[in-house]
């Protein structure tokens, strides 16, 4: 069975930074691609970044991008966003998704999604 677990949401004030994990578990890590995605109340879901486990590359939202950073620990199925410099737009819950093939590059999954998907962890930045 697929889980996806995210940790490390809450409080924060603007500025500062928080770290997301996203323990995986249900299938072969070293092949997947782990992303991270948000929804804000009253918006659509938003594509933040991914990381292709198989070569290790990742891929930013423009808006995100030199603020966030994904990072992956094989060694424990753990993928995690370093949040920085968070602003009271960053407000949302955050959720990792998988897809256990990692075949697609570019900006296919913030199009399409994943295929699995965390319950979500929220953040918010207070002003």
């Known amino acids: 069975e697929v889980q996806l677990v995210e940790s490390g949401g809450g409080l924060v004030q603007a500025g500062g930074s928080l770290r997301l994990s996203c323990a995986a578990s249900?299938?072969?890590?070293?092949?997947?691609?782990i992303g991270w995605f948000r929804q804000a109340p009253g918006k659509e879901r938003e594509g933040l970044s991914y990381?292709?486990?198989?070569?290790?590359?990742?891929y930013y939202a423009d808006s995100v991008k030199g603020r966030f950073t994904i990072s992956s620990d094989n060694a424990k199925n753990t993928v995690y966003l370093q949040m920085n410099s968070l602003k009271p737009d960053d407000t949302a819950v955050y959720y990792c998704?998988?897809?256990?093939?990692?075949?697609?590059?570019?900006?296919?999954?913030?199009?399409?999604?994943?295929?699995?998907w965390g319950k979500g962890t929220l953040v918010t930045v207070s002003s």
């Open positions: 249900g299938f072969t890590f070293d092949d997947c691609a």
């Open positions: 990381i292709s486990n198989s070569d290790n590359s990742t």
């Open positions: 998704a998988a897809d256990p093939t990692g075949h697609y590059s570019g900006s296919y999954y913030f199009y399409y999604g994943m295929d699995y």
